[in-house]
Nanobody, 126 residues
Framework: QVQLVESGGGLVQAGGSLRLSCAASGRTFESYDMGWFRQAPGKEREFVAALKWSGGRTWYADSVKGRFIFSRDIAKNTVYLQMNSLKPEDTAYYYC???????????????????WGQGTQVTVSS
């Protein structure tokens, strides 16, 4: 059974940085796609970033491009979201997600991910 456990959220001032971690277990992930999504109060869940475990290719939402970096540590079965130059509008609950590779839906589509972590809160103060 796939399990995803996020950590690293917290409170930070605007302009600061945080690194989220997502430890994956339950299978090997070399053929999987990994995603980070976020949801702010009163808003829909939105795509933040995605990564193909095999090869490490990444995708980013326009709102975070150039500020966030999605990476993986194959040996630790862990992915990371390094968030720099944080803005108050980045405040949200952040979720790690996983899906088997080869899915037909866009890697940016949250409903294409069957596995989700419990989430972690990120709050950016102005």
């Amino acid at each position: 059974q796939v399990q995803l456990v996020e950590s690293g959220g917290g409170l930070v001032q605007a302009g600061g940085s945080l690194r989220l971690s997502c430890a994956a277990s339950g299978r090997t992930f070399e053929s999987y796609d990994m995603g980070w999504f976020r949801q702010a109060p009163g808003k829909e869940r939105e795509f933040v970033a995605a990564l193909k475990w095999s090869g490490g290719r990444t995708w980013y939402a326009d709102s975070v491009k150039g500020r966030f970096i999605f990476s993986r540590d194959i040996a630790k079965n862990t992915v990371y979201l390094q968030m720099n130059s944080l803005k108050p509008e980045d405040t949200a609950y952040y979720y790690c997600a996983a899906r088997p590779g080869g899915a037909l839906l866009s890697i940016r589509t949250s409903t294409s991910y069957p596995y989700w972590g419990q989430g972690t809160q990120v709050t950016v103060s102005s």
